[in-house]
Every structure is written in structure tokens, then in C-alpha cells.
Nanobody, 117 residues
Framework: QVQFVESGGGLVQPGGSLRLSCEASGIIFRRYDMGWYRQAPGRLRELVASITSANETNYARSAKGRFTISRDNAKNSVHLQLNSLQPEDTAVYYC???????????WGQGTQVTVSS
């Protein structure tokens, strides 16, 4: 059974930083492309950043220059460093396996990121 457990969210002031983590189980993690997604209230879930099994990264326009995705295959984990956070980054953040058509696994519970002064 594939499972994703996200952590690291919280309340932060504008301009602050957070580091999100996602631990995967039930898959041969190193073989999978991974993505971080987010869903804000009243909005569709969107892809924020992705990393392939070969460590190639890609970012949504809103994330470029501020967010950094990385992975640790030894720990079956993928991380998302969030810098220069703004109120519009407020959302629940999720990780998932993905292919070129989109997410491919079941969703975890996510981790809430709230940016507010």
C-alpha cells in the first residue's frame, strides 16, 4: 500500500521560510518521479515543483526562485524548501508520485502552510 506522510508546515510571517518533508512507503521510491502540490481554499490543487528519478527539477512560475525541491532516496523522502513566503502561498501542501500526465498515487493528509502577519 502506497502511503505519503507530509510534515513541516506551520504558521509563518511573510518573507519567512519553511522546509516541508514527505516520506513515502510502499513503493521503490528511487524509481519514481515526485511532485509537490498545493491546494488553497476554493482553488484546484496545483503542481508546485517536481523532481524526476534522475534528479531533474521543474517549478511552477509562482515557485521559481523561491522554492527548492530535493529528494533523499536513502530515506524515501522528498523535501520542499520554501523561502520568501507570501500570503498567496497559504495552502495545504501534498506530495505524490507523478508522470507527465499528472499525479499517480493516493493523496496523503498534507501539511498546512499559513503565511500571515
Amino acid at each position: 500500500q502506497v502511503q505519503f506522510v507530509e510534515s513541516g508546515g506551520g504558521l509563518v510571517q511573510p518573507g519567512g521560510s519553511l522546509r516541508l518533508s514527505c516520506e513515502a512507503s510502499g513503493i521503490i521510491f528511487r524509481r519514481y518521479d515526485m511532485g509537490w502540490y498545493r491546494q488553497a481554499p476554493g482553488r484546484l490543487r496545483e503542481l508546485v515543483a517536481s523532481i524526476t528519478s534522475a534528479n531533474e527539477t521543474n517549478y511552477a512560475r509562482s515557485a521559481k526562485g523561491r522554492f527548492t525541491i530535493s529528494r533523499d532516496n536513502a530515506k524515501n523522502s522528498v523535501h520542499l524548501q520554501l523561502n520568501s513566503l507570501q500570503p498567496e502561498d497559504t495552502a495545504v501542501y501534498y506530495c505524490n508520485t507523478r508522470n507527465k500526465w499528472g499525479p499517480t498515487g493516493s493523496w496523503g493528509q498534507g501539511t498546512q502552510v499559513t503565511v500571515s502577519s
